[in-house]
């Protein structure tokens, strides 16, 4: 008997099967090159991911599903690809100099950042919950062996320890969210499980169901760090090497997101009063922890945990309000939040190859011997603390009128006032820089790519806060299409 | 008609239920990890049950044949007291018997359930499971195949990355090194006076 196959189309596949091909080349080209030539093998990653981006751009516009609907193409995975390949571009161009520092720049890295691109790039792209999970898992694996790569550092070993075992429980509660989803809807297709669960007329559609979108934003809300799934994020932030903490802290988030949307909307979208409140619950407590728990750190990459943290929260605020308005403002907070923090972490790794440590008390004085860094620190905490005429303020302001005008009066205001406690420690950093005595020199060559690194998420954040139209009308153009 | 199928159905799942959790609630390892082999071998009970041999053969081959086996392994090698353990050696054998015994009597039982009330379950496909699982998985699961072999590929770099370590202090055999030697480099003769020699 004849088995038919599925359509393929490979075209819509392009950017990933371009970032494998890379990948496989680097892995290849590793083992056939010394250590000395290994750091090169970074340039060739980087002009993959470019590269990628480039047909991206062309893509732009196209909506297609290949694949029997496991695989989709439309312009809201095409916008969330762009940023997964920027949250991946940037931290890689301003970890040279920190990776050649700790000797940890050989081939390996440069693969595993790549495999962990490709799995966010599917699960962005996933029209089924099998290449979401496993979109997922090639992601977190990558990233898992990425917490611990600097081998010889305890720290570092702790930190992919704790983040393999919690995350494979993330994912176990995802599985059998899925397996129950399955088992009430009668497949695992988002089409087919939307129409099971459209079919209650949007109520009571079977406890195995209700259970199961529970414990599916259970394991997507462990990835993307949202309280009280928070618990691993800032250990294995301040375990991991410093430029594996840039990529985490920008990269999977956006695929956590994107995989979010795409769940919310499809399979789940005539669920919404039952995940409305979940996220909502999560909004509050995110913020609740990002902006209490912060506050007590004294480590500045513990701190970016917790502000990341309460970052998330924010944006769950702008999905919680289930408005198209709502899922546009979600956009354009993670675009401005990818610039803020990946600037921020440029900084850090610039101040580390100083051999400073990573202590917010470290920081005391850089305004007195480096004050551009300290100035450029500062708009950073300025931006992520939300104040005006910086882009975190636009971003902010979206998420909360998105709230307002969906009704949800009380999130908005939580968030404003979450808002203002945050801003205490990211003031405090400020602070640190400008009105203490510097212990250290702070010499330290600051490396061409760190500065176009630096360059390029100071005028982003500027940009974005002055003139954010653009910004807006691309998120619109993305997200219409999926409404 | 006694309905053989939901009774060995509670029969198993009980069991299931019973070795899992004493997986985690054991002190001694070894037990933990036989007790991990009766749950992976109550699973592909079920899965007989619901007429998934193939499953059932992959559960027992890759779950009991090769992973836990790497368990036993894993926990042998870590710091456990050999003397202890071998002292106790005895102390495993009524467990081992247990497991043993309780898969025995599944065996049994499964294999009558199918004999006495023909197939249990309805068949979910016309098809034997295993041709219609490989009709599907490298066709309409394409996609997920290939994505699933990244997986695989991501965890061996992984493992690769995080264990493997050059150390300089260590000797290595090289053969071309050793048949490369000539008899001058090999043998040093000394002409020792007599009578001087140590």
Known sequence: MPVPMPDINLIALLPEILILLVAMGVLLLTAWSRETTQPLLGLVAMAGVALAGGILLIQTGMTTTTFGGLFVLDPFASAMKLLMLVATLLPLLMSWDYLARHRLDIGEYFVLTLFALLGGMLMASSGDFITLYLGLELMSLSIYVLAAFNRDDPKSNEAGLKYFVLGSMASGLLLYGISLIYGGAGGTGFAAVAQAMGEGGGHAPGIGLRLGVVLVLAGMAFKIAAAPFHMWAPDVYQGAPTSVTAFMAAMPKIAGFAAIYRVLLEPFGPMQSQWGPILQFLAVASLAVGALAAIAQTNIKRMLAYSSIGHVGYALIGLASGTELGFRSVLIYLAIYIFMNLGTFALILVVNNAGVGDEINDYRGLAKKRPLLAFLMAIFMFAMAGIPPLAGFIGKFYVFMAAVKAGMIGLAVTGVLFSAVGAYYYLRVVQRMYFEEAETAFRMEVGLLSRLVIAVSTLAVLYWGLLPGGLIDWAEASIRPLL | MIPVADIVFYLLAAVLVIAALRVVTTRNPVHSALFLVLTFFTAAGLFVLLRAEFLAAILVMVYMGAVAVLFLFVVMMLDV??????????????????????????????????????????????????????????????????????????????????????????????????????????????????????
């Not at chain 2, 309780?102 to 499971?129: C, D, K, R, Y």
């Not at chain 2, 066709?139 to 195949?145: H, S």
């Open chain 2, 81 to 198: 007291d050999f003397a202890e353990l071998r002292r106790g050696a005895l102390s495993h054998l009524p467990v081992g018997l247990a497991v043993g015994g309780v898969i025995l009597v599944e065996l049994i039982i499964v294999a009558l359930a199918q004999h006495s009330a023909g197939p249990v379950t309805e068949p979910a496909v016309a098809v034997p499971n295993t041709l219609a699982i490989g009709r599907v998985l490298y066709t309409t699961y394409l996609l997920p195949f290939e994505i699933a072999s990244l997986v695989l590929l991501v965890a061996m770099i992984g493992a690769i990355v995080l264990t493997l370590r050059k150390r300089p202090d260590v000797r290595k055999q090289v053969i071309s090194h050793q048949l490369a030697r000539t008899r001058d480099q090999a043998v040093e003769l000394k002409k020792v006076a007599s009578g001087e020699g140590a």
